[in-house]
């Protein structure tokens, strides 16, 4: 998600039982007011599918809140502070110095060295068009070229083996 979805989640958005989170808003702050806006595409409207961990983590954190109105803003900050307490605790672990925004390139990057396909990461970071996604994350994809170059030989080694193998009045048949 990006810092304006995650910021507009209530918890009607998550969807705890399936391990789902409803993204269909977006939040932002103007004039010291919050505002919730749809999102800036229809793609951006998605669902996405998250691990149990998270449900878990979603549900102690929800537990403790007292009699929270499950249609409020389950984050009920501004962007700003959100930065501010990441670079605290990033400060206390002594690690790289990224902004929030970084968090949701490493998500993409570790689906890319997991192997997830492209129209996948597409979809869960609800980019308008794969190009997008393409275009930002195509240089994290590793070359694949000796791949291809290998399966070409096995296709004419296997083609040769199958002529080899042909009763004697089928060779040729192909040729």
């Known amino acids: 998600m990006t810092k304006a979805e995650m910021l507009a989640l209530s918890m009607e958005d998550i969807d705890l039982e399936n391990c789902q989170i ?90 890319i060295k997991q192997g997830v396909q492209p129209l996948i990461i597409k979809e869960r970071l609800g980019h308008k068009d794969i190009k997008i996604t393409l275009n930002t994350y195509g240089h994290l994809y590793p070359s694949e070229q000796k791949k291809v170059a290998s399966l070409l030989d096995k296709l004419i080694a296997d083609d040769s083996d199958d002529k080899e193998n042909a009763p004697a009045g089928n060779k040729g048949i192909s040729e």
Not at 62 to 68: D, E, F, S, V
């Open 22 to 111: 409803h993204i269909t808003k977006t939040y932002y702050r103007m004039n010291r007011t919050d505002i919730i806006t749809e999102p800036k595409t229809d793609d951006s409207v998605r669902t996405i599918e998250i691990p149990v961990f998270l449900v878990n983590e979603i549900k102690d954190y929800w537990n403790r809140l007292y009699q929270y109105p499950k249609n409020e803003r389950l984050f009920p900050v501004v962007a700003e502070a959100v930065q501010h307490t990441m670079k605290r605790h990033i400060d206390k672990a002594g690690v790289k110095k990224i902004d929030v925004h970084s968090l949701r390139h490493s998500h993409c990057a570790y689906l």
